[in-house]
Every structure is written in C-alpha cells, then in structure tokens.
C-alpha cells in the first residue's frame, strides 16, 4: 500500500490518496495500463459496487486501471473500496467537490493513453473499454467518444444532443419544454439513431473517453462547471481544436442515470444546474445571452424551491 499527497490549487484542496495494487497487498508486475478507468462517486456505494465488481471481472482484451474519486460520501464507500478493491487507486476529498474538479484530480494520475470518465452508477459490457481505446488509438481525427447507453427499460438512452444554442436553453430554464417538448427536439436530438456510429456534437459524460494528450492541447476540464455542462464544454474546445466527436455503436453499457442527483432538490438541482448553463454561455455564446439567462435564473431556482415545498407538504413527487 502506498500513500500519496496530491495538491489541487485550482481548487485549493489537500487530498490524500491510497494507492493498493494486487489482491493482499501483492504488487502487480510495473506497466503502464492502456486505460485509465475515472470514477467520481458520492452517496451510491452500492451501484458503484456493482459498478466495480463489473470492471474487474470481465475480461475487457486491454490493460487498465481504476482511479475512485470520493467527495465525501459518508456512507461508507471509502471503507468498502478499500476493503473490496484494492487495486483501486483511491483518492477521498473532505467535501462534495463536484465533477470537472475530482475527475481532474485523477486525471493528473492517471497513466492510461486512453481516460475514460464512468459514472459511478454504470455497468460496462465487455468491449466497451476496448473499442473506445481502438477508435481513439486508431483514428486520431477523433477527440472524444461514446457509446451507447442503455436504461432499465433496455432501450437507449438519449446520451447524444447536438450543442447547446440560446432558444434551446431558454426553453428549459423557463420550463416551456415541458409544455411544447418538440421545441426541444433538436436539441435533443430525438432522432438520434443509436445504432449507427456517427460523428457528433457532444456525448454523454457519463462514459466519456479521450486520449490522455488531448489535455496538453485543449487543457482539462473547467472546474468553473461543479456540475453539467464541463462535458459539452470539452467536446465543444475539442471540435474547436479540429477534432471530431464520435459515437460507437459498437459497444455499450447500462446506465442508471444519474442516481446521485435523486439524492439533491430541486432547487439544489436547478441552482447548479443553471449557473452552469449561464457560464456555458458567457464562455461560448453571444456577449447579451449570459446575462439574459442570469437575470432569469432566480425565478427558476424559486419555482424549483416551490416544487420541493409541494413535495415536502404533500409527499408527492413531481
């Protein structure tokens, strides 16, 4: 076991990190894995169990290695890692430091060519990890990949959506989506054929995967984002740089989509969620869309907070 300090001045955060290699403290013989394996969890020991238990029994046809991130879960996933897994390369933050930051936080770890971010609550199929590396290893036109996601319905999620533009998010900041949902068909890209590779905008981060030295050309993730939208902003500073966005329907996982963010209310939701979408916009948009999505975004986040107060009163969930 070896223990390492690792200081993270973006975000003024001292981590200690435990390294276990091999199954009873027996090193592995020393190389350098062709993936590196990022999980950022917080409060979903049990699916990320089941999310590594998954990983370390298959056989994926390509070395690899797993770095865990936990924001202060306190549900004794730290124990369970350690305890369970110990070729997890482990690193525990003291509070709940979001996505683009713990995932930056690994990724000045990892030694894989290949970075894949998973989500905790994921399963991968056994090429997933494979195609991915072949694909980027291969073609190096292509910046980032996905797969295909499937639901509990065993159907495909909508992991692909086409760049995010101002009418768009407009819809969802005001909630009119709900009412017209083909307004936001684009966007969503509703007609996504999930069975076809494809060039895209964005995938979905829940399993995102880039070379390692894409970092050194378009910088890491921008930890401006605590949650949603680092992604969109990565595939978007990618095409930006000349690469391509590609989808690989030749590989898939199950994705239970998002079962940390059922933890949060809404109005804890709705407050990240479009304070991203307001830094999204003042990055990449028109100099007078930020500040219009700003001055909506309060009311937003009151309605939200109303939702959670009818929930709260009736035990309804909306």
């Not at 300090?5 to 190389?31: C, F, H, W, Y």
């Not at 969503?188 to 494809?198: G, P, T, W």
């Not at 966005?245 to 109005?267: C, N, Y």
């Amino acid at each position: 076991m070896t223990e390492i300090a690792v200081s993270v001045p973006k975000l003024n955060l001292s981590i200690t990190g435990k390294i276990m290699q091999g199954d009873n403290d027996r090193p592995e013989p020393a190389r350098t894995p062709a993936v590196s394996v990022i999980i950022v969890t917080w409060k979903v020991r049990e699916l990320l169990r089941a999310n590594l238990t998954r990983l370390f029994s298959l056989d994926h046809g390509v070395s690899f290695e797993v770095l865990v991130v936990d924001n202060n879960s306190e549900d004794g996933t730290v124990r369970m890692i350690r305890r369970e897994f110990p070729r997890v390369r482990l690193v525990t933050n003291d509070w709940d430091a979001g996505f683009a930051g713990p995932n930056n936080q690994a990724l000045r770890l990892a030694k894989g060519q290949t970075c894949i971010l998973l989500n905790p609550d994921m399963l991968v199929e056994p090429k997933a990890l494979k195609t991915v590396h072949d694909l980027l290893t291969e073609d190096q036109t292509v910046g980032v990949a996905g797969i295909r996601l499937i639901g509990h319905d065993g159907r495909p999620i909508g992991s692909v959506r086409r760049f995010p533009d101002f009418a768009s998010q407009l819809c969802i900041l005001l909630k009119i989506g709900r009412l017209f949902p083909k307004l936001l068909d684009r966007y969503m890209f509703r007609d996504f054929d999930y069975y076809r590779s494809q060039d895209v905008d964005q995938v979905r981060g829940s399993f995102f995967a880039f070379r390692r030295e894409l970092l050194d050309r378009i910088g890491y993730l921008d930890e401006g984002y605590h949650l949603w939208f680092e992604e969109v902003d990565f595939c978007l500073r990618a095409q930006k740089a000349g690469l391509r966005i590609r989808f690989s329907a030749d590989a898939e996982a199950h994705d239970h989509v998002g079962q940390g963010f059922a933890l949060m209310g809404h109005a804890e939701k709705q407050a990240i969620f479009t304070a991203s979408m307001v830094r999204y916009f003042r990055k990449h948009g028109r100099p007078w869309q930020a500040p219009v999505l700003a001055a909506l975004r309060p009311f937003a986040v009151a309605a939200a907070a109303g939702a959670d107060l009818f929930e709260k009163l009736t035990g309804k969930r909306i």
